[in-house]
């Protein structure tokens, strides 16, 4: 009761509502996100909410939005490869940070400012490279699809600890060993060498910049 009291003492407003259905969404999936348990985490009566968020659409929203703007934009005179690496590292972190927006942040139809923002801001940046139309509406798709398709893979692959993976890898071994040495080595070089998405997403970002900039003509820093 005292922690409740403790938080209306704070008042309510857009921001604090959409931080904590994020905070809410990140912690329990965004299965679980209802006004509902959102007016509970927040000390408050649900019709509270709808003072500042018109409905569930509008607040899943904004929600897109508080996640999208911890993307790091790239500037339009920025050097290309920095800018596109700068970015979709950032973008990996917020989707790392927030495993539902990789399905949530295509499935929203509202007109918005701050994915406008984003969206235009990576365009700029190929566009004032040199990058044609054609080859930015290329990139974009081929960098944005990379990020989400690996941030989807690694929240359907995560394990609570490096302990959980090595025992799930260790049984897996048990199981393939015979029949199937390749996928074995494969485990078995993860095992001992240790297993970094971060590793992985990288080499990845890079083989695609460096297609880019062979295929586009168009150099970039390495840096």
């Not at 965004?30 to 909410?49: H, Q």
């Not at 590292?89 to 927030?98: C, D, F, I, K």
């Not at 927006?101 to 295509?106: N, Q, R």
């Amino acid at each position: 009761m005292a922690a409740a009291q403790a938080k209306t003492r704070v008042p309510l407003s857009r921001e604090r509502v959409l931080r904590a259905a994020v905070a809410l969404a990140d912690a329990d999936g965004i299965e679980s996100l209802t006004m509902r348990a959102l007016s509970r985490e927040l000390g408050v009566e649900a019709m509270s909410l709808y003072n500042h968020v018109a409905n569930k659409d509008d607040l899943l929203d904004g929600m897109v939005d508080v996640a999208v703007n911890e993307i790091e934009l790239p500037a339009p005179v920025a050097d290309w490869k920095v800018a596109m690496r700068r970015r979709a590292v950032s973008a990996h972190a917020m989707y790392a940070r927030h495993p539902w927006a990789s399905v949530l942040i295509d499935s929203r139809r509202s007109p918005s400012p701050v994915r406008f923002r984003y969206y235009n801001a990576v365009i700029g940046n190929l566009r004032q490279a040199g990058f044609t139309i054609e080859m930015s509406a290329h990139a974009f798709s081929v960098l944005d699809s990379y990020i989400k398709g690996f941030a989807l893979q690694q929240t359907s692959m995560s394990f609570e600890d490096e302990d959980q993976f090595a025992k799930a890898a260790s049984a897996l071994m048990r199981l393939i060993a015979v029949e199937y040495p390749y996928l074995a080595e494969l485990t078995k070089h993860t095992l001992d060498t240790g297993h970094s998405y971060e590793d992985q997403f990288e080499f990845g970002l890079d083989l695609i910049l460096d297609g880019l900039e062979r295929i586009c003509g168009i150099a970039g820093s390495d840096n």
